[in-house]
């Protein structure tokens, strides 16, 4: 039935709240099952379906955003988008995923709208858009940026603080007496940003006690994958003075580090302590269980969708805020003092 | 300017084709990047926006499909999910993902084409929608779904032989020898296909080998997580007969079930071996490193995809199909048959 609104729904159902169809509509859980049912059943009888494209025109807001991430399968990326859909939820806002490829004119078309013209506003987390280019486009909707970025950029900004974070793990490292620390994660590319941050924590640290910055314990990689992790570990268990410890920019880095330890017929930590970066989930049940930076990334897309939901309500021209979430350091079994660990070979 | 279009874009550009205006508005990243920036560019002074709206009621198509998954917090579905949007470029068409939370409200409503208008077409993942439901609803946009289903369904169907790939996992396991063997992913809602037809499988091949089926090597778990993995474990090794190996209905399963051997002070492959299902990827580079099953998700996801681009462009009225992908079973550390792995403490 043309024409037919959300009060028509309410009533074929037997009088419910215009709130409960909205509800049924959204799938929302929180509707009892018989109420969800006679209400499925009005939509069916009149044929209702909810017009995002009207509700555009007569809100100006469809509640829907956008998240684009570098690559869902990243479990990082992944345990994110759930955080954010979470955090959207209790907004009644529907989030819509989008995966770059970490390619920059994909980030570059999802920054400016272009992808879907329905949305009221865009969370993206960038891997290689340049301050330049965004700079430069217009955008057509609000934009907030979540994870570090180097440079001033025209948007609202929520993050962790990179640079210290990684310096704690290094520093966490060289407390359990460890003194030859690699780092696997330094990148050549100058938009690396998250690269370059943690690069710059961990070299604060070697600082601070007194150590020199040796370029062999820290290879080069292409990206921050598990197979590109086992590799560099190879390289550098293979030097004539392998290192005892090894912070790891992500924890799919130190997964394959990890892995590339046992290989070599070592151990972790008794060979090698091992620190990665993220918390992911799969890294709490590893053997050994792995050490990390843990972002707080429940507060991360809390912080992350009100600011766009703000600017979204807001004034478009207010002036942009960055915002930090916590995060923790987390010791477990790879980086444990006692090197006598239950996964050891001896 | 009102009206622009990709040909008028094109002509700014200095004459480039429209598809490859097409191409750089998609984020496609087969444009070199200067025509890729003349074409920005052109679209900037044009402030040409892709109208989808436009596209749509020209075409009578989005270009855009939906995805809907239980979890993208499940390695096996952000692996499936990536897959898909890799499979959809082929043919140009843009993914957008939901994730339902395995809530039957949130799955019928995707199921329906309720959650965006301008969608073409949905793939769903459902976890517990049933028969009943889905039999009973009208649905707006072609519908695919994507994964094991016990009951008939009016829909297109994607999925690999789930009886045929959980006997032959079991039988991996009797064949090294293991003769207690346990089986960790039983569900008790009906609803739960995925668990119904594994635990057939396993039960076919306890049966096949001469095997009582011993309930108490099956513990009923309330969803595939690690934790649950690894709780369902703990149970099974407190038992005056612990089992000598294990196969775990997904790989999450598996992974909490190796750190619950290993909390035992106990190892794997040498006290029990574990075999898992969906070859995600950390149980690749994982102490041990795992054996399981391998669905192939990316035939898996082009299957589903040109089904349902089949059905979008063809009659929706043509009779519905079930299409089987290929899986294999890998055997890894996790099922070796030389008990003196290097992982174990011994």
Redesign the interface.
């Known amino acids: 039935m043309a024409g037919t609104r959300l009060k028509d729904v309410a009533e074929r159902a037997g009088g419910v709240s215009i709130k409960t169809v909205s509800n049924?509509?959204?799938?929302?859980?929180r509707?009892a099952e018989p109420t969800?049912r006679r209400v499925?059943d009005a939509i069916?009888e009149l044929?209702y379906?909810?017009?995002?494209?009207a509700r555009h025109l007569r809100t100006g807001r469809s509640g829907?955003i956008a998240l684009a991430v570098p690559?869902?399968?990243a479990?990082y990326f992944?345990?994110l988008?759930?955080a954010v859909?979470e955090a959207a939820r209790e907004h009644d806002v529907?989030?819509?995923?989008?995966?770059?490829?970490g390619?920059p004119?994909?980030?570059?078309?999802?920054a400016c709208g272009?992808?879907?013209?329905?949305i009221d506003g865009v969370l993206l987390s960038p891997i290689r858009l340049d301050q330049a280019t965004l700079a430069h486009?217009?955008r057509?909707v609000p934009l907030v940026l979540l994870g570090e970025r180097d440079f001033e950029v025209p948007a609202d900004h929520v993050l962790i603080d990179n640079v210290l974070a990684a310096e704690e793990a290094t520093a966490h490292l060289l407390a359990s007496g460890r003194r030859r620390v690699a780092a696997i994660g330094f990148q050549s590319d100058p938009l690396f940003t998250t690269s370059h941050q943690r690069a710059r924590g961990y070299l604060r640290a070697l600082e601070a006690a007194g150590l020199p910055h040796v370029p062999e314990l820290t290879p080069l990689v292409p990206a921050f994958t598990?197979t590109h992790g086992?590799h560099a570990m190879r390289e550098l268990l293979a030097l004539p003075e392998p290192p005892d410890a090894v912070f790891c920019f992500s924890d799919l880095l130190a997964?394959?580090a990890?892995?590339g330890v046992?290989d070599a017929?070592r151990t972790v930590p008794g060979d090698v302590a091992v620190i990665g970066f993220d918390d992911i989930?799969?890294t709490?049940?590893?053997?050994p269980?792995l050490s990390t930076i843990a972002p707080d990334k429940r507060q991360l897309a809390k912080l992350a969708v009100d600011s766009l939901l703000t600017r979204i309500a807001g004034d478009p021209e207010a002036p942009h805020t960055t915002l930090y979430a916590p995060y923790r350091l987390v010791a477990r079994e790879s980086t444990a003092r006692d090197a006598g660990n239950?996964?050891?070979?001896t």
């Open positions: 049924v509509v959204r799938g929302n859980v509707v969800r499925l069916d044929d379906r909810p017009n995002a494209s829907v690559e869902l399968v479990p992944a345990e988008a759930t859909i529907s989030v819509l995923i989008e995966d770059t490829g390619d004119a994909a980030e570059l078309r999802v272009l992808s879907d013209p329905l486009r217009e057509r598990r086992m997964s394959g990890v892995r046992y017929g989930e799969d709490r049940f590893a053997v269980s239950r996964t050891g070979g």
